[in-house]
Each structure stands twice: as structure tokens, then as C-alpha cells.
């Protein structure tokens, strides 16, 4: 069954949902390939300013049978429309149907993922029409698959899915809102950078999932290979409160300590920003052992 964390309304940091394994001494010179609860993979959540929380996550263990427990993982992340009066249902209930029908099929993986999204995403219709319509349900999505050696990913819309390794911080997955044309505009010199940040359509989506056929989606159909000491950073965009630089200098700087205590320090770097119109933020960190 998916492993569902999601905080309460009081902002209080959730504790897992899950037993924590036994980390096993190392044997024949083989490390332990398990991923451990809150050292290696959390998620945190924030409201903020907003009425409700309306993002949604979850982690799943997705193992091969014959494989110790937490050997892979399963992110699922929706952050649902603020427009929309259903947008908490939306982003709980993609995530939870992504997860139930990622593991019910045994395809290859770049396949597993689209399926498993594009039933999730005839489901939201479904449940759109159980209120008649008269509930408007979208969200943004984010899927990833992790192993110890690589991830692949699925996302639609703009919440951001991040790697840092080196010191550095990289965005992995499109962002499926108007910023990437304004910022294009820019490079051509049509638009000014301060005309672009302050575009009142800067964050207007260019594509989620809303029940309907879906117009963009980010699919990285092979592995991405990854390394020892990444940090792997799934989100909602009420990250971006925090500048890249900032994120760098908090996962650099907390680089040795786990996975709860880094999703802590960007939630509580968030909270000092004290933005007035602070959105909903959900973090789900995966530390590459």
C-alpha cells in the first residue's frame, strides 16, 4: 500500500507513517541498499498564508519481490489549483490513484509512469463528476521513482523537481508556466528581466492535470544516473520564496545532517522570509546514501 504523509493544518512536522528499518552492518564490503526513514527521505509541509493546505505528497516503497524493503522508492507530489475549490482533492486524490496504478502494472519503467498518470488523471475526471461538475478540480503533479544508482521522473505543470550535487543546485523537470516563454523574451531582448519578474502572467500554467486530455507533460524516459551524496528535491512552488542561492547555501551547509532536518531548515528559512502571501510549501527530500 502507498505510505501517505501529509501535515495537519497546524503546520506541526508529520512523523512517519512507516517503521524505520534496522540499518544492517555492511557485509562482503556490500553497503546496505535500503533508503531509512527521515535519515534518507522526508517530506514536510507548510501552509502558510493561505486558508487550507491544498498540496499533497506521498512516499511509496516500490521494491522488486526479493528485495529488502525501501530498496526503491515511489515520490508522488500535487499542488492543487488555488482557483479551483477542489483543489485539495484534486492533488490528494492524483497522487494516491498515480500510486495505486503505478504499482499495479510491471512495465517498463517510462511507460509504468505515463500510464499510471494518465489513469490517475481520468480518475480526477471521474471524481469531478461525482459533484456534478460544479466542483472545478486541477493540480500540479510531480512522479518520481528513485534508486540508490538513478530516478526517473513524470511532472506536469510548474512544481519543481531539483538535484543538488556539488554545491549546486539544478532544476530536472519543465516548468509548464508562462515563466520559461517570459524569460526567453528576455534572452531576445524584447522584454526587460524586471519586466518579466513582475509579468502579472508569469505563473499562469501552460498545462495540468485537470481531468482533461493532458497538453504537456515532462516524461524522462531513461535513467537519470545519480550519486552518492545527491539530495534529489521535489516541491510546490511555494519553494521559490527561497532564491537558488539560498537553497544551496541551507543543503551545503546541512549537507551532513538527514533528510527531516534539511526539509525542517527550508521550511523554517521560509517561515523568516515572513512573505505576506506566503503559498502552500511541500518538500519531499530524498538523500542519495
Known amino acids: ?22 540499518a544492517e552492518e555492511p557485509t562482503n564490503g556490500q553497503l546496505n541498499v535500503t533508503f531509512v526513514t527521515d535519515r534518507d527521505f522526508a517530506g514536510r509541509q507548510l501552509v502558510g498564508s493561505r486558508s487550507k493546505q491544498e498540496d499533497f505528497y506521498a512516499f511509496s516503497d516500490v521494491s522488486d519481490p526479493g528485495e529488502p524493503a525501501l530498496t526503491q522508492l515511489l515520490v508522488g507530489l500535487g499542488d492543487g489549483l488555488g482557483a479551483h475549490s477542489g483543489g485539495n482533492l484534486a492533488s490528494a486524490h492524483l497522487v494516491t490513484e498515480f500510486i495505486k496504478a503505478y504499482k499495479s502494472t510491471k512495465l517498463a519503467e517510462s511507460w509504468r509512469m505515463r500510464i499510471a498518470l494518465e489513469q490517475a488523471n481520468d480518475h480526477l475526471d ?18 518520481l521513482h528513485i534508486t540508490r544508482t538513478f ?84 516541491a510546490s512552488d511555494g519553494i521559490l520564496t527561497l532564491g537558488t542561492k539560498e537553497i544551496e547555501e541551507l543543503l551545503l551547509n546541512g549537507s551532513r545532517n538527514s533528510a527531516a532536518k534539511l526539509a525542517n531548515s527550508l521550511l523554517f528559512a521560509i517561515r523568516c522570509v515572513d512573505h505576506p502571501r506566503q503559498d502552500n510549501v511541500t518538500i519531499a527530500l530524498v538523500k542519495v546514501p
Open 126 to 143: 471521474e471524481l469531478s463528476k461525482r459533484y456534478g461538475g460544479l466542483l472545478p478540480m486541477g493540480t500540479t503533479f510531480i512522479g
Open 1 to 22: 500500500m502507498p505510505i501517505y504523509r501529509r501535515s495537519p493544518v497546524t503546520e506541526q512536522p508529520t512523523q512517519p507513517l512507516i517503521p524505520t528499518p534496522i
Open 151 to 234: 530516478c526517473q521522473w513524470i511532472s506536469v505543470g510548474d512544481s519543481p523537481l531539483f538535484i543538488f550535487r556539488n554545491g549546486k543546485l539544478e532544476r530536472l523537470n519543465a516548468d509548464h508556466s508562462l515563466t520559461p516563454i517570459l524569460e526567453d523574451r528576455v534572452r531576445n531582448g524584447e522584454i526587460t528581466e524586471e519586466e518579466s519578474l513582475a509579468h502579472p502572467d508569469r505563473h499562469i500554467l501552460q498545462s495540468a492535470c485537470m481531468g482533461q486530455p493532458l497538453t504537456l507533460v515532462d516524461a524522462r524516459t531513461y535513467p537519470y544516473d545519480l550519486h552518492s551524496g545527491d539530495i534529489l528535491l521535489a
